[in-house]
């Protein structure tokens, strides 16, 4: 073979991802149960060929590409570009957001989400779309899903415990509340009021949330109660259940949120973290969540709520980050103008997109006013068929006869088994 040929047309294989290159053209090849090409790439204009560099980068023309070992390729351009991204599949479900755009069907699908998310959505579009690269930023580009599911973590079911008042009654959940949430549940995951909250002077004062203590915005994450979290501790360890702390990238204020993180694990005794929100800035949010990785090792637990995400979008999958996560939580605000059951099947399941098992949060996304009070059971039943669990609040039986309801309609049913990789060895850089 011509060796200049061989640097022109190449494949790469990395985690779910094969990037096949021709001269002019890349395409992108999901490899979650089973190989099949998902996008078409080229850049507008652009006459010099597709050059590799080294194992995992080329250069075309002004482009330079790179392939990371989760599957993500990022390109990038010493000059203003656009870059042409074509469907290679009959697209079920579009998604676009300030310049981002994720298009699936019921098995996968591609993303592109540009790092400097723009002021705008551009318009939806299931044919051919158009990104702009300018100097200094990437497009990130992946096919999806990102890696296997775990049908393990799909088919646990997580209780939210923890309210800011009374405190700290509410904050630290009495015995008789977790010994019945481990018959309902093996995920206990607490929320942010039990730890020691900041000072008053200290907190957002233009904010409904100024009279409540601002615990998740501490940046040394210590118990306010230290006798009564022993005591909640040991009675979810007595009963099973494995503990997540609340811990959030978005607001707090550690100077350095890794350390931050595997102190909290290590001097704590938890299982994992609950991660609340993230930055704004897509680059510093997949730091965030590979600090997070990191912090709880391969075994430990990731629970994520990416809010509205860098690109401002409830419904816009986010795989590069979620995709190191064990449970994404959908749903606090709003289902972004979808139909209950589209949510479920494309926004909230990340079997499609990041691998990682879709929890619903209920209360702001039911439709009307938010209100956190228990779903409806058939609300509930149309949640699990499309392979998605809700979460579980103690304080739902507030309402007579709605928590023993929705404890009936989501007892423990095997969801929908996921889909599996070729090769076992593929996936792994996400643990």
Aim: with cysteine; glycine share 10%.
């Amino acid at each position: 073979m011509d060796p200049a040929a061989a640097q022109t047309s190449f494949t790469l294989r990395v985690a779910g991802l094969e990037l096949r290159a021709s001269p002019h053209e890349l395409t992108l090849l999901a490899r979650v149960g089973g190989e099949r090409p998902v996008l078409s790439l080229r850049v507008e204009g652009e006459t010099l060929p597709l050059v590799r560099t080294d194992e995992k980068s080329f250069r075309w023309g002004d482009v330079t590409g790179r392939v990371r070992d989760d599957g993500l390729l990022a390109l990038s351009s010493r000059a203003a570009t656009i870059v042409r991204a074509r469907p290679l599949l009959e697209v079920a479900y579009h998604r676009a957001a300030r310049g981002a755009r994720v298009g699936l069907d019921l098995r996968g699908g591609f993303g592109l989400w540009p790092t400097r998310p723009r002021r705008a959505a551009p318009p939806l579009a299931t044919a051919e779309s158009r990104h702009a690269l300018a100097p200094g930023e990437d497009l990130w580009v992946m096919a999806l899903p990102v890696r296997p599911s775990d049908d393990r973590r799909a088919n646990e079911r997580i209780a939210h415990e923890g309210q800011p008042r009374p405190f700290p009654a509410a904050a630290y959940p009495a015995d008789e509340i977790i010994e019945d949430c481990a018959r309902h549940a093996e995920i206990f995951a607490w929320h942010a009021y039990f730890w020691r909250g900041i000072p008053f002077r200290e907190r957002p004062k233009l904010s409904r949330w100024i009279w409540r203590r601002g615990s998740w915005m501490t940046s040394r994450h210590e118990p306010e109660c230290p006798e009564e979290f022993a005591r909640v501790l040991a009675t979810v360890r007595r009963v099973g259940m494995r503990p997540l702390a609340y811990l959030s990238p978005r607001h707090s204020r550690a100077a350095d949120l890794g350390a931050e993180m595997r102190r909290v694990i290590a001097d704590h005794g938890f299982d994992g973290l609950y991660l609340d929100g993230l930055a704004d800035d897509p680059v510093l949010a997949d730091a965030q969540m590979r600090l997070a990785r990191e912090a709880v090792g391969p075994e430990g637990l990731l629970y994520l709520h990416p809010d509205r995400g860098p690109y401002g979008d409830v419904a816009l999958p986010l795989p590069f980050l979620e995709g190191r996560a064990d449970w994404v939580l959908r749903g606090a605000n709003g289902r972004g103008g979808l139909d209950l059951d589209t949510f479920f099947r494309f926004a909230v399941d990340g079997r499609k997109s990041s691998g990682a098992a879709g929890v619903w949060c209920p209360y702001g996304s039911r439709g009307g006013l938010p209100r956190d009070i228990a779903p409806h059971p058939d609300e509930v039943r149309r949640a699990l068929a499309e392979g998605v669990r809700p979460f579980r609040r103690s304080h739902w039986r507030r309402r007579p006869g709605a928590l023993e309801a929705f404890d009936a309609a989501h007892a423990m049913s095997q969801l929908p088994p996921g889909q599996g990789l070729p090769s076992p060895d593929e996936g792994r850089e996400f643990a």
